[in-house]
DNA sequence: ACATAGATTTAGACGAGTCAAATAATTGGA
DNA sequence: TCCAATTATTTGACTCGTCTAAATCTATGT
């Protein structure tokens, strides 16, 4: 007899772990669309619009007509016609529930883990839906509540505030010559991740700006090579002025 | 900005971490069925019927029927009318792929993140369809390949064999006088783990088995006190015989 | 001002997973 | 042996998330 005894949970549309503002059921999907909202949202500073979505989301335009529509039936987002949605408030929390789940399995993966940082997102995209708040808790108590994960992105705290990030400069705006400490390499595709971190580029690593410019390209210094990095890579990392005390 | 960029995820039926025999896409309410199939079999040794799932699952006889067609025509079950299913091979290794997560999930959570066993079986119930190979060899890793999950449930290991378990005894079997070591808690109702919990009985405790079958009951003292069980619950423990150096 | 290209929504369909109601098979008593 | 009670299956319907094709709206350029 080896039965596990898993009593009854066939789960096809529903029994997540919901603790949220207004308790209606959101499903996985649904959280999904919210995080993909919030990106475009925080990136565009725009109202996000059907096509941005289905883009993001790889999915048809329709698809994301009838989705929103129900979010906005559930006071999620604000839909205008045509116009495009906003998170609401409510909404908003919803995303940062998600966001912080992802981003400390993230960090936990890595920390505990040993997962390269350029690996843990897929994973992190999967469980994020199905881990409760107190699982969370109790990763961010084993990591010591970190304020980023392992890409540089602030993680919401258990009360859903987010750390506001320092005042970071985009590598691609940092002059020939500055000494830099990476901060945060914003998501991109796995190629170009996995690409920086061949090259030594990651957050914390300390990288001399070299050459701007020539050819959409900047090269930079790392402890062990000179890289170069196209002007549309060197965009999505921030960096900081070195302060000389983070040496080895 | 802090969108995380969660690239495109959508995932209503079907984006989980497939990699077993038959490659086909095996939806987690399908592994849900599967899962409680096996554990029926195991339990009772004969052909699953269509009533003992919809039990199990807490979902109507209608409901299994049709899903059991369909997990027949996957070559998960073999199926005969109005006899109920039994796992085929392939169906077999679905059900220890699964064990094998939910149990080192609930290992990982009592020996790393400071659950309690008597919480752990929910959340790992959630994740174990959402956890990768290689994150669940990470975590038998980080724990040292265990044997045993906190129930004392065997786990499968990478190649999915069972280690089988050692000559247990049912507590209800047990004679007066004799002094036991609890080998495992078979699965029941979270009131009862509870219980037991409180009693001072889990795996790896103590006992000494004081008086046998009083109006089906069993008292054993542990450590701490001595406890009554009723029959139904101490069917539902193993135990071997102390060997005397298990001392504090 | 208006025609048209492009974006959005509507309409209709489908697979998965579920249910209730109706029907059919099996089984164990009489 | 045969019938009633139990069990299983079939049927038809519903929700969720998705798609394609068709209709409709918006915005742009002349
Ligand atoms: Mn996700
Ligand atoms: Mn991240
Ligand atoms: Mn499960
Ligand atoms: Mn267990």
């Given amino acids: 007899m080896t039965g596990d005894g898993d009593r009854g949970d066939a789960d096809p549309g529903g029994e997540a772990p919901e603790r949220r503002a207004s308790s209606e059921v959101i499903s996985a999907v649904m959280e999904d669309y919210i995080k993909a909202i919030y990106a475009i949202e925080r990136d ?9 979505l ?15 529509k129900k979010l906005a ?31 400390l399995l993230e960090s936990f ?8 940082w350029v690996d843990v997102h897929d994973e992190a995209d999967r469980l994020e839906h199905h881990v409760s708040q107190k ?3 109790r990763i961010a108590e084993a990591l010591g509540n970190p304020p980023v994960d392992p890409h540089g992105d602030p993680i919401p705290d258990a009360d859903l505030s987010l750390p506001d990030a320092g005042d970071a400069v985009r590598l691609v705006d940092a002059e020939e010559g500055d000494r830099v400490v990476v901060q945060r390499v ?17 957050p914390g690593a300390e990288l001399v700006v070299v050459d701007v410019a020539p050819f959409d390209m900047l ?5 062990s090579a000179e890289q170069s990095l196209p002007a549309d890579v060197a965009r ?4 900081e002025p070195a302060t000389d005390d983070e040496g080895a």
Wanted: proline share 2%; charged share 30%.
């Fill in 135 to 137: 699982l969370s808790d």
């Fill in 109 to 116: 993966l890595t920390e505990q883990l040993d997962y390269s």
């Fill in 44 to 52: 565009t500073g725009e109202r996000v619009s059907t096509s941005a």
């Fill in 73 to 103: 039936e559930r006071g999620l987002v604000d839909r205008e016609e045509y116009k495009g949605v906003t998170l609401t408030d409510d909404g908003e929390l919803v995303a940062l529930e998600i966001l912080r789940h992802h981003r």
């Fill in 186 to 202: 914003r998501d991109q595709g796995d190629a170009e991740l996995r690409y920086l971190a061949d090259a030594g580029v990651w």
């Fill in 236 to 239: 999505l990392i921030e960096v």
């Fill in 219 to 223: 090269t930079v210094e790392t402890p």
């Fill in 54 to 68: 289905a883009d993001y989301l790889d999915v048809t335009a329709p698809t994301v007509s009838s989705m929103i």
